[in-house]
T-cell receptor, first 114, second 112 residues
Framework: DARVTQTPRHKVTEMGQEVTMRCQPI?????VFWYRQTMMQGLELLAY????????DSGMPKDRFSAEMPDATLATLKIQPSEPRDSAVYFC????????????FGPGTRLTVT | GQQLNQSPQSMFIQEGEDVSMNCTSS?????WLWYKQDPGEGPVLLIA?????ELTSNGRLTAQFGITRKDSFLNISASIPSDVGIYFC????????????FGQGTTLQVKP
């Protein structure tokens, strides 16, 4: 049963620290998305990649957030320095094909910045 | 910007009852997706709709892509306790970009 995996599942850190979240997309999927979920804003798209190339990161605060795909099996989202307002659940999702319409979500990383 | 209005925000129903929720958009969508999210988990895709007027079922779930392409609904028949969760609609407005716009979710509670 192919699934998107994310690590860590939970992260508590102090303000100012660097946070790195990892995602392994479903094998064969060529589109990867990063979302943030909060009670106030719901699900927000931060960035996405197709064939490892970043296509859109307009939803991401550029000064502190960065997203990369070092290879087809790994996507990373980094926050440096972290702030309390970054506390949220971060989801990675992947999708198949060029005309991709469906996205399959991972279990998320719950981040708490104190 | 584009917005999705999902209603109702929450529902509390008796086991066995049917449920209906819907989403409306200020813009035309090419794709509608319905997801369910359980506590502590990511959203799980339930149904995908690709054509205006399309009606698709997945077990007790039925969803339709509105004719105007600006709305969609999800029905759950004969609800059971495991239907509890948050249901999200999502629309894709430009083919091939993959960007989804999500509704705010409908929280469903089922009383046994």
């Amino acid at each position: 049963d192919a699934r998107v995996t994310q690590t860590p599942r939970h992260k508590v850190t102090e303000m100012g620290q660097e946070v790195t979240m990892r995602c392994q997309p479903i094998l064969g999927h060529n589109t990867v998305f990063w979302y943030r979920q909060t009670m106030m804003q719901g699900l927000e798209l931060l960035a996405y990649f197709r064939n490892r190339a970043p296509l859109d990161d307009s939803g991401m605060p550029k000064d502190r957030f960065s997203a990369e795909m070092p290879d087809a099996t790994l996507a990373t989202l980094k926050i440096q320095p972290s702030e309390p307002r970054d506390s949220a659940v971060y989801f990675c999702a992947s999708g198949p094909g060029q005309g991709m319409r469906e996205q399959y979500f991972g279990p998320g990383t719950r981040l708490t910045v104190t | 910007g584009q917005q999705l209005n999902q209603s109702p925000q929450s529902m509390f129903i008796q086991e066995g009852e049917d449920v209906s929720m819907n989403c409306t958009s200020s813009s035309i969508f090419n794709t509608w997706l319905w997801y369910k999210q359980d506590p502590g988990e990511g959203p799980v895709l339930l149904i995908a709709l690709y054509k205006a007027g399309e009606l698709t079922s997945n077990g007790r779930l039925t969803a339709q892509f509105g004719i105007t392409r600006k709305d969609s609904f999800l029905n759950i028949s004969a609800s059971i306790p495991s239907d509890v969760g948050i249901y999200f609609c999502a629309g894709q407005w430009i083919r091939n970009t993959g960007k989804l716009i999500f509704g705010q979710g409908t929280t469903l509670q089922v009383k046994p």
